[in-house]
Nanobody
């Protein structure tokens, strides 16, 4: 099993920046990939960015050039650096991990609120 704890959310003005952190504990060596998802108000949860165990990254089109996912292996922490924030980035952001054994194979953090004011 793995536990995921997000931090770093908050209120920021449009054009500002925030960095989210996701600290993993437990069977972290079994994590194949980690992602950030977000759920805007009254909308479905959507994938934002993914980083694999090998370090490959992928971003969704709406955040390309603005958001960067990265990882500190020594701290078992994944980050989401968010720049040039827009009001439409307002959402609850969730950390996600996919394991190489299970079930369960999928784990979620509790979520952190990001609010971007215009």
């Amino acid at each position: 099993q793995v536990q995921l704890v997000e931090s770093g959310g908050g209120l920021v003005q449009a054009g500002g920046s925030l960095t989210l952190s996701c600290a993993a504990s437990g069977s972290v060596s079994s994590i194949i990939k980690q992602s950030w998802y977000r759920q805007p108000p009254r909308k479905q949860r959507e994938l934002v960015a993914t980083i694999t165990r090998g370090g490959a990254t992928r971003d969704t089109d709406s955040v390309k050039g603005r958001f960067t996912i990265s990882r500190d292996n020594a701290k078992n922490t994944v980050y989401l650096q968010m720049n040039s924030l827009k009001p439409e980035d307002t959402a609850v952001y969730y950390c996600y991990a996919y394991m190489n054994w299970g079930p369960p194979y999928e784990y979620w953090g509790q979520g952190t609120q990001v609010t971007v004011s215009s």
